[in-house]
């Protein structure tokens, strides 16, 4: 018989083995990596991924759309402080000193976090900005977040079953779709003679409706993340 602790080390090895990695991105003049971004019913927050270095705070820039419009500044990421299941990351102006504190930050949690296989995301729950408290949208298990200038997007997929679920920036219910189709980078779902797409680029993402083969519409996404098995 193997020993519990061999069988222990098996069972966690293909928890790792099956988890998944989560890659986000924002569309500033063209599509870059995003360390953080946000949701909100008013406004889409992102911050930049840092340049690769050991520099602590780093640089980024910190974009924000409301409606098809959005400003930039540039900021500083880090240093993180960590709590009992939650991570408060620091934002600061450029040029300023780190302040003990801080009167901006990102909170994101380190329990819902893509690190452990029992979560296909890491959860950002608000950015605290001088602009006020921005409340993010998070959806468990989802395999895609995005939002358009128009729609806040969710497509869950588990088990060779997709759901789709979209809501308008106001916050009303939007279309709820399930039934879809997942072939190569486009996901798709069809109902009352309409197809919905939704196109990933390497990256990049687009969300389309259809009728007849005909394009009726077609979104850009401002930012998204998308989580695929490792």
């Known amino acids: 018989m193997k020993p519990l602790w061999l069988s222990l080390l098996a069972a966690a090895s293909l928890a790792s083995a099956q988890g998944y990695e989560m890659k986000s991105y924002l569309n500033l003049n063209g599509w870059q990596p995003a360390a953080y971004w946000c949701d909100t019913p008013g406004r889409v927050l ?15 820039k910190l974009v924000q759309w409301t409606s098809a419009n959005h400003t930039w500044q540039n900021y500083q990421l880090g ?10 990351t620091v934002l600061t102006p450029a040029g300023q000193p780190v302040s003990d504190s801080p009167g901006a930050f990102i909170h ?3 329990i819902e976090n893509v690190s452990d296989p ?3 995301m890491t959860k950002v729950g608000e950015f605290k900005l001088p602009a006020g408290v921005f409340e993010c949208r998070y959806q468990p298990q989802a395999a ?9 997007i969710t497509v869950w997929e588990s088990g060779g ?4 679920r979209s809501s ?7 279309v709820y779709l399930t039934g879809g189709t997942h072939k190569g980078d486009e996901y798709r779902w069809t109902k009352s003679g309409y197809a919905y797409a939704l196109k990933l680029g390497d990256p990049g993402a687009t969300l389309s409706v259809l009728r007849g083969g ?3 519409s077609r979104e850009a996404f401002q930012a998204y993340s998308v989580s695929i098995r490792k």
């Open 79 to 88: 240093p993180s402080d960590p709590g009992a299941g939650q991570l408060y």
């Open 144 to 152: 895609f977040m995005g939002a358009t200038a128009r729609h806040s």
């Open 118 to 120: 029992a979560y296909r």
């Open 161 to 164: 079953k997709l759901t789709y």
């Open 108 to 110: 994101s949690s380190n």
């Open 214 to 216: 005909k394009v009726l």
């Open 168 to 174: 308008n920036r106001d916050g009303t219910a939007g």
């Open 46 to 60: 992102a911050v930049t991924q840092p340049p690769q270095t050991t520099d602590n705070p780093q640089p980024v």
